[in-house]
């Protein structure tokens, strides 16, 4: 008998939503990296969001799920996940299936995180290639090699961000500094105060650098499970060649020492050789990778 997934436009059911949480912490159990990125978990409730959502069922419980970005014009970009006792049963091929009927005329990719074999075997049977990849790199931070820092540039501070007040101004330069990538240039300020209500969320690991009280560049850290997060680096365009990149990681790196943390780990686009070789600089290398399919 044929499974065809139920879909959902928008924000999944509030019962249904605990479900998918379940479903992708099975699989990072059994995987070693979560199927879904934070963005999509954060968008599984979320009734603004621009995502297809589609489900397969065992009675009385969620096999699988595939949630389909459409915010971006003419593309269509899917992640999914299976739960593990229910693989090699077709479900990675009916999501897929489905997802990109849903995606209709749109340029259609999927991601595969960690690259594992059968996401790949999945993505490559169907007749996808790999488009684009998503380094995770990580330091030991008591290893790590020491680097000397230029002076920051004359009339540039730095400050930590107060909720409430910043948010407008991050937005903007995020947007400019981003505005090539497909994920981290549109996030909005519903998203950002999505961020703001987490738990790891701290205002304290928020660096701003300003001049003359315009923004210039920030750098936000996360910490979870005792592992720091370089999680956004941005330097606005108008202010490259300040060496503001640098100054900032160090200053992220500063921040995990004294939170006494023990590695940190960070996401860049692999084409992106100028921000690689910053954070090379600093002993960050690349320890695993997400892969786009398209």
């Given at each position: 008998?044929?499974?065809?997934?139920?879909?959902?436009?928008?924000?999944?059911?509030?019962?249904?939503?605990?479900?998918?949480?379940?479903?992708?912490?099975?699989?990072?159990?059994?995987?070693?990296?979560?199927?879904?990125?934070?963005?999509?978990?954060?968008?599984?409730?979320?009734?603004?969001?621009?995502?297809?959502?589609?489900?397969?069922?065992?009675?009385?419980?969620?096999?699988?799920?595939?949630?389909?970005?459409?915010?971006?014009?003419?593309?269509?970009?899917?992640?999914?996940?299976?739960?593990?006792?229910?693989?090699?049963?077709?479900?990675?091929?009916?999501?897929?299936?489905?997802?990109?009927?849903?995606?209709?005329?749109?340029?259609?990719?999927?991601?595969?995180?960690?690259?594992?074999?059968?996401?790949?075997?999945?993505?490559?049977?169907?007749?996808?290639?790999?488009?684009?990849?998503?380094?995770?790199?990580?330091?030991?931070?008591?290893?790590?090699?020491?680097?000397?820092?230029?002076?920051?540039p004359e009339g540039v501070t730095v400050r930590t961000f107060v909720v409430g007040q910043d948010e407008d101004a991050w937005l903007r330069v995020n947007a400019r500094a981003f505005a090539d990538h497909p994920e981290q240039g549109r996030i909005s300020l519903a998203d950002l105060e999505a961020r703001e209500a987490e738990p790891w969320f701290d205002a304290e690991s928020f660096f701003l650098a300003e001049r003359d009280g315009e923004l210039l560049a920030s750098v936000w850290l996360k910490v979870v499970d005792g592992i720091g997060e370089i999680y956004v680096l941005g330097v606005d365009p108008d202010a490259q060649g300040l060496v503001l990149g640098s100054a900032l990681t160090a200053r992220a790196l500063e921040r995990f020492d004294q939170?006494?943390?023990?590695?940190?780990?960070?996401?860049?686009?692999?084409?992106?050789?100028?921000?690689?070789?910053?954070?090379?600089k600093f002993g960050f290398a690349p320890s695993n990778v997400d892969v786009t399919y398209a």
């Open positions: 008998m044929a499974i065809t997934p139920s879909v959902v436009h928008g924000a999944l059911p509030e019962d249904v939503v605990p479900l998918v949480y379940g479903l992708v912490e099975d699989a990072e159990q059994a995987d070693g990296i979560a199927p879904l990125s934070e963005q999509r978990l954060l968008w599984l409730g979320d009734a603004d969001a621009p995502v297809v959502h589609l489900l397969t069922w065992a009675p009385g419980r969620l096999t699988g799920i595939a949630q389909l970005d459409l915010g971006v014009d003419g593309k269509a970009t899917a992640e999914l996940a299976v739960a593990p006792s229910d693989r090699r049963q077709g479900l990675g091929e009916v999501l897929l299936r489905g997802a990109r009927k849903e995606a209709g005329d749109r340029e259609f990719a999927v991601w595969a995180h960690g690259d594992l074999p059968g996401a790949k075997a999945l993505a490559m049977g169907s007749g996808l290639r790999p488009a684009r990849e998503l380094w995770i790199m990580r330091v030991d931070l008591v290893a790590r090699p020491q680097v000397e820092i230029r002076a920051l939170l006494g943390l023990g590695v940190a780990i960070l996401y860049t686009s692999a084409s992106n050789l100028a921000a690689v070789r910053t954070y090379a």
